[in-house]
């Protein structure tokens, strides 16, 4: 949407004016950039090379770059730059590694002038001198930087970063032969042109690769820059090692960076992905940016402030095939929308919160409530009057101490270290964390961990003696199902039972029916027998009473117990040889029954001793499965682990994703896998677990964590004596043959683990380094 609003500003002679406009290209541009006297612009794509006149109320195209019948990857740009002193001195980097220079002086329709073939992959990045007009400088994917004369064919100078492909490199504009560079690896570093061989300086400045850098225009120590960390640095490049000034903390990985002209303390960015805003940024206020440009609809891919002279104009380039110039009096300013509160728990549980002053202030003279264990210490910031919005910037902050040693975190470190994630059974891992939790008092963790070994683990089948359940006080049922009732076990209630009469020719099947409330048994006809001393129906189970024991269904009728009186076995003179299995219940009532045994006989088979593992009632298979499947419970299991997560124990969460595998993480989405993981590994990184942490991202079922690992793996190493890259083939120079691993303690070789400083690169065996 285009506003109205419009800026003149007086530069010298001449003067600049516009307003916010917009103008469609025929293809997404890659990069942007302005001539000196600020009124053209040229827009580099894939697709599309253009240069634009900058009007009042428009944009003007001027110039299509791309001719020819036959489509060239040379015209295939990557980036593009616009010399400061010739204004038609144009070069690009080609996505085929070409880097090509145009001469806009020319007659002819085909402005090409110069092109370079010498790297071997894309160009990243081109950069020319700020005063010397014949110099270009470049990056490549392949890693390597060339310095280029324009009154050559060939490059004048190579320089080997010895690491990942080169992002950017910006010459400085104070300092005449030094020039820097970023890398994939999260490196910067600082060259001078006269000496290709080494670099000047190295540094880490981001966790992760760094897409962009820009040395401040007033500054001459300042370099900012942004990487795939969502931060934006600016170092203090004149102390003897790199120091960090200031850290801008954004929603997105940073794209590009460009310092503000006339403005000390800020700066533009703009996001590779997922963002499509721009951001002005006051690097004093890192968290709310100053200003905010919201035109685009699809990722911003170029930035450039119109004038070195001029705060009002910023152009931009996007995939969305637009060509913007912003006004700044027209960006919307966050701080307008931000929330005036804020609250933060620190790491140790210390509680911070602000406000606006004129909330504390109106609240200074209430007094604490019972609740409260110690007083708020109060910070007051003190605000700069050239600070924009300071209206809006006056709060304070309370900060809300915890009670030493209230707030310890030691259980989470120990759990982390004894936890075992891998390497042994399902249910040997399970057991194992669940005595950890429980030694360390988190008693609802163990648990949990003997519930998912119990859903998880398949106990196998068990033992045929381990079937055979009583059903007497003693008894303690531990399966759901039962296989027979011992008569030793036997409640004495039921002592008589084993000489109940029987009607002849009845032939009956007991029935034994058991739940988790109680234990049934009945007979198929539901027929009392006749001549029973004790009622056919009774029941089995907790019924308002003891669990596991015998009740009869009219208590008020009872028979009371009577103690069972057995002969000794020698008082009766034996018949027959007795035989080490005695015959069963069957048996024995049909021949107490039978009309041909004498009386004497049927008293004597009814009173002789049975085995005690005789069975009465026996059921030959289980009557249902006492297992459910394990995909039963995995709603279950989800909803578990997303309440450990919304409790704030991460670490439970991703201690069973990687336990359990690929039995759940099908039903869990790959982006909450994700969240929950970096949370827990951050968690660890800032406790310096490094290798708790580095076994987490091995073991992760989540592919966007488990390939953290495998990114600037490669170690490249120069020989410390003549500084040349040192060959794979071993541990002597190839150029000098000295061996590079000597000790700088004890001057002798190192064999094995090999120690060395990143600042001043001595190094040596561990125990004399350390």
């Given at each position: 949407?285009?506003?109205?609003?419009?800026?003149?500003?007086?530069?010298?002679?001449?003067?600049?004016?516009?307003?916010?406009?917009?103008?469609?290209?025929?293809?997404?541009?890659?990069?942007?950039?302005?001539?000196?006297?600020?009124?053209?612009?040229?827009?580099?794509?894939?697709?599309?090379?253009?240069?634009?006149?900058?009007?009042?109320?428009?944009?003007?195209?001027?110039?299509?770059?791309?001719?020819?019948?036959?489509?060239?990857?040379?015209?295939?740009?990557?980036?593009?730059?616009?010399?400061?002193?010739?204004?038609?001195l144009?070069?690009?980097?080609?996505?085929?590694?070409?880097?090509?220079?145009?001469?806009?002086?020319?007659?002819?329709?085909?402005?090409?002038?110069?092109?370079?073939?010498?790297?071997?992959?894309?160009?990243?990045?081109?950069?020319?001198?700020?005063?010397?007009?014949?110099?270009?400088?470049?990056?490549?994917?392949?890693?390597?930087?060339?310095?280029?004369?324009l009154?050559?064919?060939?490059?004048?100078?190579?320089?080997?970063?010895?690491?990942?492909?080169?992002?950017?490199?910006?010459?400085?504009?104070?300092?005449y032969?030094?020039?820097?560079?970023?890398?994939?690896?999260?490196?910067?570093?600082?060259?001078?042109?006269?000496?290709?061989?080494?670099?000047?300086?190295?540094?880490?400045?981001?966790?992760?690769?760094?897409?962009?850098?820009?040395?401040?225009?007033?500054?001459?120590?300042w370099?900012?820059?942004?990487g795939?960390?969502?931060?934006?640095?600016?170092?203090d490049?004149?102390t003897?090692?790199?120091?960090?000034v200031?850290?801008?903390?954004?929603?997105?990985?940073?794209?590009?960076?460009k310092?503000?002209?006339?403005?000390?303390?800020?700066?533009?960015?703009?996001?590779?992905?997922?963002?499509?805003?721009?951001?002005?940024?006051d690097?004093?206020?890192?968290?709310?940016?100053?200003?905010?440009?919201?035109?685009?609809?699809?990722?911003?891919?170029?930035?450039?402030?119109?004038?070195?002279?001029?705060?009002?104009?910023?152009?931009?380039?996007?995939?969305?095939?637009?060509?913007?110039?912003?006004?700044?009096?027209?960006?919307?300013?966050?701080?307008?929308?931000?929330?005036p509160e804020?609250?933060?728990?620190?790491?140790?549980?210390?509680?911070?919160?602000?406000?606006?002053?004129?909330?504390?202030?109106?609240?200074?003279?209430?007094?604490?409530?019972?609740?409260?264990?110690?007083?708020?210490?109060?910070?007051?910031?003190?605000?700069?009057?050239?600070?924009?919005?300071?209206?809006?910037?006056?709060?304070?902050?309370s900060?809300?101490?915890?009670?030493?040693?209230?707030?310890?975190?030691?259980?989470f470190?120990?759990?982390?270290?004894?936890?075992?994630?891998?390497?042994?059974?399902?249910?040997?891992?399970?057991?194992?964390?669940?005595?950890?939790?429980?030694?360390?008092?988190?008693?609802?963790?163990?648990?949990?961990?003997?519930?998912?070994?119990?859903?998880?683990?398949?106990?196998?089948?068990?033992?045929?003696?381990?079937?055979?359940?009583?059903?007497?006080?003693?008894?303690?049922?531990?399966?759901?199902?039962?296989?027979?009732f011992?008569?030793k076990?036997?409640?004495?209630?039921?002592?008589?039972?084993?000489?109940?009469?029987?009607?002849?020719?009845?032939?009956?099947?007991?029935?034994?029916?058991?739940?988790?409330?109680?234990?049934l048994?009945?007979?198929e006809?539901?027929?009392?027998?006749?001549?029973?001393?004790?009622?056919?129906?009774?029941?089995?189970?907790?019924?308002?009473?003891?669990?596991?024991?015998?009740?009869?269904?009219?208590?008020?009728?009872?028979?009371?117990?009577?103690?069972?009186y057995?002969?000794?076995q020698?008082?009766?003179?034996?018949r027959?040889?007795?035989?080490?299995?005695?015959?069963?219940?069957?048996?024995?009532?049909?021949?107490?029954?039978?009309?041909?045994?004498?009386?004497s006989?049927?008293?004597a088979?009814?009173?002789?001793?049975?085995?005690?593992?005789?069975?009465?009632?026996s059921?030959?298979?289980?009557?249902?499965?006492?297992r459910?499947?394990?995909?039963?419970?995995?709603?279950?299991?989800?909803?578990?682990?997303?309440?450990?997560?919304?409790q704030?124990?991460v670490?439970?969460?991703?201690?069973?994703?990687?336990v359990?595998?690929?039995r759940?993480?099908?039903?869990?989405?790959?982006?909450?896998?994700?969240?929950?993981?970096?949370?827990?590994?951050?968690?660890?990184?800032?406790?310096?677990?490094?290798?708790?942490?580095?076994?987490?991202?091995?073991?992760?079922?989540?592919?966007?964590?488990?390939?953290?690992?495998q990114?600037?793996?490669?170690l490249?190493?120069?020989?410390?004596?003549?500084?040349?890259?040192?060959s794979?083939?071993?541990?002597?120079?190839?150029?000098?043959?000295?061996?590079?691993?000597?000790?700088?303690?004890?001057?002798?070789?190192v064999?094995?683990?090999?120690?060395?400083?990143?600042?001043?690169?001595?190094?040596?065996?561990?125990?004399?380094?350390?």
């Amino acid at each position: 949407m285009e506003k109205m609003s419009r800026v003149t500003t007086a530069l010298g002679g001449s003067a600049l004016t516009g307003r916010t406009m917009h103008c469609h290209l025929d293809a997404p541009a890659n990069a942007i950039s302005v001539c000196r006297d600020a009124a053209q612009v040229v827009v580099a794509g894939r697709s599309i090379f253009k240069i634009y006149a900058i009007e009042d109320e428009q944009f003007v195209e001027k110039l299509n770059l791309r001719v020819g019948r036959k489509p060239s990857l040379n015209l295939s740009c990557a980036d593009v730059v616009w010399h400061q002193m010739d204004e038609n001195l144009l070069a690009t980097a080609a996505t085929n590694g070409v880097v090509v220079t145009w001469n806009l002086g020319r007659p002819s329709r085909n402005k090409q002038d110069q092109l370079f073939t010498e790297h071997k992959r894309t160009v990243n990045k081109v950069c020319f001198h700020p005063t010397e007009a014949h110099v270009l400088l470049s990056g490549s994917q392949d890693g390597f930087m060339k310095c280029f004369d324009l009154r050559r064919k060939d490059s004048v100078s190579t320089f080997s970063g010895q690491s990942e492909s080169v992002r950017d490199v910006q010459f400085s504009i104070r300092d005449y032969f030094t020039f820097a560079s970023t890398f994939e690896n999260g490196n910067v570093q600082l060259w001078d042109i006269r000496r290709p061989d080494r670099c000047e300086r190295m540094f880490t400045a981001h966790n992760g690769p760094v897409f962009c850098c820009d040395w401040h225009p007033e500054d001459r120590g300042w370099l900012a820059t942004g990487g795939r960390d969502k931060m934006v640095k600016v170092w203090d490049m004149t102390t003897h090692r790199a120091k960090e000034v200031h850290c801008v903390q954004t929603i997105a990985s940073v794209a590009r960076v460009k310092w503000r002209p006339e403005c000390r303390h800020h700066l533009a960015t703009c996001s590779m992905m997922v963002d499509h805003n721009i951001y002005v940024w006051d690097v004093r206020r890192p968290f709310v940016p100053a200003a905010m440009f919201e035109e685009h609809r699809d990722v911003t891919t170029g930035i450039a402030w119109r004038h070195p002279h001029d705060p009002s104009f910023l152009l931009s380039g996007s995939k969305d095939s637009t060509l913007c110039q912003h006004l700044f009096r027209d960006a919307s300013q966050p701080v307008e929308r931000a929330n005036p509160e804020g609250l933060c728990y620190g790491l140790f549980g210390d509680l911070a919160f602000a406000a606006k002053e004129s909330l504390v202030a109106a609240e200074s003279g209430r007094k604490p409530y019972a609740g409260d264990r110690r007083h708020p210490i109060f910070f007051k910031r003190k605000l700069d009057p050239a600070e924009p919005f300071v209206g809006l910037a006056s709060s304070a902050l309370s900060v809300f101490e915890i009670e030493p040693g209230s707030g310890s975190m030691n259980w989470f470190v120990d759990t982390a270290e004894r936890y075992a994630l891998a390497g042994r059974p399902l249910a040997e891992l399970c057991d194992h964390n669940a005595k950890v939790a429980r030694e360390l008092g988190r008693n609802q963790v163990a648990q949990t961990w003997t519930m998912l070994r119990i859903i998880y683990c398949s106990p196998g089948l068990a033992p045929a003696t381990s079937l055979n359940h009583s059903v007497g006080k003693g008894s303690s049922c531990g399966l759901p199902l039962m296989n027979s009732f011992n008569l030793k076990d036997m409640a004495p209630g039921l002592g008589s039972e084993t000489r109940l009469d029987r009607s002849k020719g009845d032939t009956r099947s007991d029935t034994v029916l058991l739940d988790s409330s109680a234990t049934l048994i009945t007979n198929e006809d539901n027929e009392e027998t006749e001549g029973s001393d004790v009622p056919a129906d009774y029941l089995l189970g907790d019924v308002e009473g003891e669990e596991d024991e015998l009740y009869l269904l009219d208590p008020e009728h009872a028979h009371p117990e009577e103690p069972e009186y057995v002969l000794p076995q020698e008082a009766f003179p034996l018949r027959h040889e007795i035989v080490d299995t005695p015959p069963g219940p069957e048996h024995l009532q049909d021949k107490a029954d039978s009309p041909h045994v004498s009386g004497s006989e049927a008293d004597a088979a009814s009173s002789a001793p049975m085995d005690s593992s005789f069975s009465l009632i026996s059921v030959s298979h289980a009557l249902y499965d006492s297992r459910l499947p394990p995909d039963f419970f995995s709603a279950l299991v989800c909803d578990m682990l997303r309440f450990y997560a919304e409790q704030g124990d991460v670490q439970m969460a991703v201690s069973v994703l990687i336990v359990l595998g690929e039995r759940v993480r099908k039903d869990i989405d790959e982006q909450t896998q994700e969240h929950w993981y970096t949370s827990y590994i951050d968690l660890l990184q800032r406790f310096c677990l490094w290798n708790v942490s580095n076994q987490v991202v091995k073991l992760s079922t989540s592919r966007a964590v488990s390939c953290l690992n495998q990114a600037s793996t490669t170690l490249h190493v120069n020989c410390s004596h003549c500084k040349r890259p040192m060959s794979s083939r071993g541990w002597v120079c190839d150029r000098c043959h000295r061996c590079a691993s000597m000790c700088a303690v004890c001057h002798h070789v190192v064999k094995g683990l090999f120690v060395w400083c990143q600042g001043c690169s001595h190094g040596g065996h561990l125990q004399h380094i350390m």
